[in-house]
């Protein structure tokens, strides 16, 4: 369809590339840099998981499987709610921007205590299923425990990250990544270990969320309440919003 009705297939040009390469590049480059600084935080957890032992790092092997499945919905939200707050805030519906992030936080907080309670009925299957005992056995009946309660507050990173990325400040989403997967790792995987041994590194890893979620909303919401100072709404705007357009 998109070769054949639309001729989307077009002769390469090279000058027309290198004229769109810096508004590609200005939202393309904080975004893969954003996207490098998870394996990095990983990287560091899994060295941390080995210091206690290789069951250990196997249970952490067995939730780093279960929980893209479980929060499949969470991830693929990071990149449905991004167009619905871009498309409302080029037509400077700010009100329905700030709807659109706040909706995408309820969503995601609803979904993962749904996914959170599911965890937590399955966890004896599922370690059946793993044939986890042990420290493994341990580690995920935390994950279908608390910790997959806490993984609202990595939705809300996701969440706030799209919106800076469609508000035009995809460097911010890059600051708040990094800063999960540095400072919001490496001190409480370190003192979550120290205390509570191979469980410690994940509720260190789960806990380090919460301060960065924290600071992504925040950020989110002041980048959001700054637009809309710099960008009212026009007449032009609200007319055409009157007549349907810029909904979603």
């Known amino acids: 369809p998109l070769l054949h009705r639309h001729q989307a297939l077009a002769r390469f040009d090279l000058a027309g590339f290198r004229a769109r390469l810096p508004a590609l590049v200005a939202i393309a480059g904080p975004a893969m840099l954003t996207n490098v600084a998870t394996p990095v935080g990983n990287g560091f957890v899994t060295r941390a998981m080995a210091e206690h032992g290789e069951a250990a790092v196997a249970g952490m092997a067995i939730v780093s499987r279960l929980a893209p499945m479980s929060f499949a919905v969470v991830f693929a939200l990071s990149g449905a709610i991004g167009p619905i707050i871009g498309q409302n805030f080029g037509a400077r519906q700010h009100d329905r921007v700030q709807q659109a992030f706040l909706e995408g936080l309820r969503f995601a907080g609803g ?76 001190p409480f995987v370190l003192v979550g270990s120290t205390l509570m041994g191979a469980p410690g590194v994940l509720v260190g890893q789960a806990l380090g969320g919460v301060l960065f979620a924290a600071i992504g909303v925040f950020g989110a919401l002041r980048v959001m309440a700054r637009q809309r100072e710099l960008r009212p709404p026009t007449p032009v705007d609200l007319e055409a919003l009157g007549k349907g357009g810029a909904r979603s």
Do not use: K, Q
Request: charged share 10%.
């Open 111 to 186: 979904y993962v205590l749904l996914a959170s309670l599911l965890l937590y009925l399955l966890r004896d299957p599922l370690a059946v299923l793993f044939e986890a005992d042990g420290v493994m056995r341990e580690l995920l009946f935390w994950f279908c425990g608390p910790l997959a309660l806490l993984f609202f507050f990595n939705a809300a990173i996701f969440v706030a990250n799209a919106a800076f990325n469609n508000l035009g400040r995809p460097l911010y989403s890059t600051w708040v990544n990094w800063g999960r997967n540095t400072l919001g790792t490496i």
